[in-house]
């Protein structure tokens, strides 16, 4: 099984940005999707946004488009995630995934592993 590991998370004050990336080990990267998630306290783990495996394709939650971006970069074996305008709402672990067979969506319950997450704090 392979390892995922983010990174980029923080601090940040309203209207600001960030930039998550996920590095991937272990595994063939460019044979996989990958997805960005997020789970804020107290509630459930939430979707934001998935790739194909060659980076062309994307699905992003309606509620996230215009915000946040998904990429990747299949020589660094990292996906990223750019999030801009962040609202304190924003604050939750960001968590990144990984789907055997490269299409462009997949759900939480479909992922084949994943990172332990980084905090991203939005203050208002």
């Known amino acids: 099984q392979g390892q995922l590991e983010e990174s980029g998370g923080g601090l940040v004050q309203a209207g600001g940005s960030l930039r998550l990336s996920c590095a991937g080990s272990?595994?063939?990267?460019?044979?996989?999707?990958m997805g960005w998630f997020r789970q804020a306290p107290g509630k459930e783990r939430e979707f934001i946004a998935t790739i194909n495996w060659t980076g062309d394709r994307q699905f992003t939650a309606d509620s996230m488009k215009g915000r946040f971006t998904i990429s990747r970069d299949n020589d660094k074996n990292t996906a990223y995630l750019q999030m801009n305008d962040l609202k304190p709402e924003d604050t939750a672990v960001y968590y990144c995934?990984?789907?055997?067979?490269?299409?462009?969506?997949?759900?939480?319950?479909?992922?084949?592993?994943w990172g332990r997450g980084t905090q991203v704090t939005v203050s208002s």
């Open positions: 272990g595994f063939i990267f460019s044979g996989y999707s």
């Open positions: 995934a990984a789907k055997s067979g490269g299409r462009h969506y997949f759900g939480e319950y479909e992922a084949d592993f």
